[in-house]
């Protein structure tokens, strides 16, 4: 079985390649293109690993480790909150969520104590997390909602409102 028979499989991948393609641009430019020839492509490992020059065992742990890393709950509410962040945020977000850029490297290429860095990282991961929270509570089953919300009230009707009904039903 080739590898991404293998991984579909085995990983919660999600069946269109559109959505693996969106998520994949995510990543850095190695591991995009990576993901595009076996998981989309198609292309064996062994092909992968004689244009790479890297060993057929460390392309098949790559993908494995990747598809994982873009099917983790971490990993799509990051790409589902990037749109609602700022755009410095979602850069910061993308490289250091998504792509996986060590912290140590992004405060060389921001120019900023780690410290800092820290500290906007666990900001920017209150904000998606409080995204997060928000898309789950408004995507509830409006229905069961809306309608515990009917019979809460219509237990609680005083006579004036029970009234009201009565005569509404008659008319």
């Not at 590898?3 to 990543?27: C, G, S």
């Not at 890297?54 to 983790?72: D, T, Y």
Request: include cysteine; aromatic fraction near 4%; charged fraction near 30%.
């Amino acid at each position: 079985m080739q590898l991404r028979e293998v991984i579909l499989a085995t990983r919660r991948l999600p069946q269109n390649d559109q959505i693996i393609i969106a998520r994949a641009k995510l990543l850095t430019q190695k591991d995009m293109a990576l993901v595009e020839a076996v998981l989309i492509r198609g292309q064996s490992a062994a092909s992968v690993a004689r244009l790479t020059g890297l060993p057929v065992r460390r392309i098949r742990a790559k993908v494995g480790r990747l598809s994982k890393r873009i099917c983790s709950r971490e990993f799509v509410e990051v790409a589902r909150a990037l749109p609602y962040l700022s755009a410095s945020d979602a850069a910061l977000a993308r490289l250091r969520f998504c792509a996986r850029v060590s912290q140590r490297r992004l405060s060389l290429w921001l120019r900023i104590k780690p410290h800092l860095l820290r500290r906007r990282l666990d900001r920017i991961r209150a904000q998606i997390a409080t995204i997060g929270r928000l898309r789950r509570a408004t995507r509830g089953d409006r229905e069961n909602v809306w309608s515990s919300q009917w019979r809460q009230h219509d237990t609680h009707m005083d006579a004036s409102e029970e009234d009201l009904l009565i005569t509404e039903d008659q008319q």
